[in-house]
């Protein structure tokens, strides 16, 4: 499969500086590293929320400066650790979601599976301003998995979590990346737990790759104990 990402010589205002990495199509792939190390910044130049200042970004083998940015981001939706929730009910944020990327919603029946599958079980109806950060947080992620979108690109999805609900997290990306051929690209602290799911992990510190490990073995397994 076609690398979903390839950088060469990238560059951000000091921040980060990339010589060269390529993340294969299929795979789930984790940056990981301390605070300020330059993740989030990695995230938003794969989004072209950002341009980097030398250097070239592919995305499935073309330039992302090449492509229209509103498209890119339908292509490769980007959730952050805090992502925005609008006011209204579940179904609401769902449903808008849907409309901002021109989609077709999904049955309801579908999107309550998803929903259950995350511990939001009869959350559809639920107002946003009663939700707890974990269950935003949740909801943000169910939002981008419903899209079914090529790429999903992560920003610390299981912050807010327990250990238990980010298993599942974890669990249901490395299922979801298996059957249907798509990418995650997901940044965490936890790269003992989140590593153990993971086909690649890329370390960052003060902006410059310190590990970089792509052993390819979530491939062979649906589930992680």
Known sequence: ?????????????????????????????LVSGPSGSGKTTFLKLL???????????????????SIDPVKLRRKAVMVSHSPYIFPGTVYDNILLVFNFNRKEIVSQEKIEKMLSHFGLDGFLSRQTNKLSGGEKQRLGLVRALLLESETILLDEPTAALDEENSRTVYNYLNNWVQEGGRSVIMVSHDVSLAG?????????????????RQEGYARERTAVD
Do not use: H, W
């Open 47 to 65: 989004n072209n929320l950002i341009a980097c200042d030398r250097g070239e970004i592919l995305y499935r083998g073309r330039d992302i400066l």
């Open 1 to 29: 499969m076609e690398d979903v990402y390839r950088l060469r010589e990238v560059s951000f205002n000091r921040v980060l500086t990339i010589p060269a990495l390529n993340i294969p199509g299929g795979s789930l792939f």
């Open 196 to 212: 153990r799911y993971t086909d690649g992990t890329m370390i960052l510190d003060k902006g410059q790759i310190v590990e970089l």
